[in-house]
């Protein structure tokens, strides 16, 4: 099976590079764009992302937006969902675990971390989002 394909969401230009040069480098097809309006643009048309993985906190539509609109589009594909934030509040940890995220990491977190978790949704032979 081969890796899934990657979108980053953040508005953070450098943070956005990292992750991306981070992903390629271990064979991950990865797009990125800067805002949760921009996502949902790239997952309508280009629809063969498997994976996302989004700041919480951005201008125009959060993390937090960006998953509640994938969540009542998700009964037409697998898609999973990484949240990453420097602070996430309870509320918004229970939020998200309602909506069906499938992991929160901390900033700053080490990129072996994220690399585990993109690694077990690849290796996953089907990736979606609890109901």
Do not use: T, W
Not at 30 to 45: F, M, P, W
Not at 56 to 85: F, T, V
């Amino acid at each position: 099976m081969s890796s899934p394909k990657i979108l980053v969401v953040d508005d953070d230009a450098e943070s956005r590079g990292l992750i991306c040069e981070v992903l390629e480098s271990n064979g991950y097809a990865v797009g990125s764009v800067e805002d949760g309006v921009a996502a949902r643009k790239a997952l309508k048309h280009e629809g063969e992302y498997r994976i996302v993985i989004a700041d919480l906190r951005m201008p125009n539509e959060s993390g937090l937006d960006l998953l509640r609109n994938l969540r009542q589009q998700i009964a037409k594909r697998d898609l999973a969902l990484i949240l990453m934030s420097s602070f996430i509040s309870g509320a918004e940890r229970k939020f998200a675990q309602e909506l069906g995220v499938h992991a929160m990491l901390e900033k700053p977190f080490r990129l072996s971390e994220l690399l585990q978790v993109v690694g077990e949704l690849s290796s996953e032979n089907k990736i979606g989002i609890a109901p």
